[in-house]
């Protein structure tokens, strides 16, 4: 079984910053994609950012130049920098990771539990 933690959500400002964090543990041969995905009430759940093993990114429209992904392969770990925060950005965000197990080395969608961004004044 593997297993994404998130850390770093809570409650902040219009304007502020916040940065996520999320590791992943179990048993992984590897992981293709690791990102962030988020869910506001009444909304269905969207993209927010991703990167691939080799490096490649990609944003979602509305947080672009605000945002910025990053992630160590090594470690397991992705993390979100989250600036000019709005209020549009409260949402649930979930961590997501496709993770390449064991033989036959199928991949797999694996999701964390999700953490609450709040931004309110």
């Known amino acids: 079984q593997v297993q994404l933690v998130e850390s770093g959500g809570g409650l902040v400002q219009p304007g502020g910053s916040l940065r996520l964090s999320c590791a992943a543990s179990?048993?992984?041969?590897?992981?293709?994609?690791m990102g962030w995905y988020r869910q506001a009430p009444g909304k269905q759940r969207e993209l927010v950012a991703t990167?691939?093993?080799?490096?490649?990114?990609n944003y979602a429209d509305s947080v672009k130049g605000r945002f910025t992904i990053s992630r160590d392969n090594a470690k397991n770990t992705v993390s979100l920098q989250m600036n000019s925060l709005k209020p549009e950005d409260t949402a649930v965000y979930y961590c997501y990771a496709g993770v390449v197990r064991g033989w036959p080395y199928n991949e797999y969608n694996c999701w964390g539990q999700g953490t609450q961004v709040t931004v309110s004044s």
């Open positions: 990167k691939t093993s080799g490096g490649t990114t």
């Open positions: 179990g048993s992984i041969f590897s992981i293709n994609v």
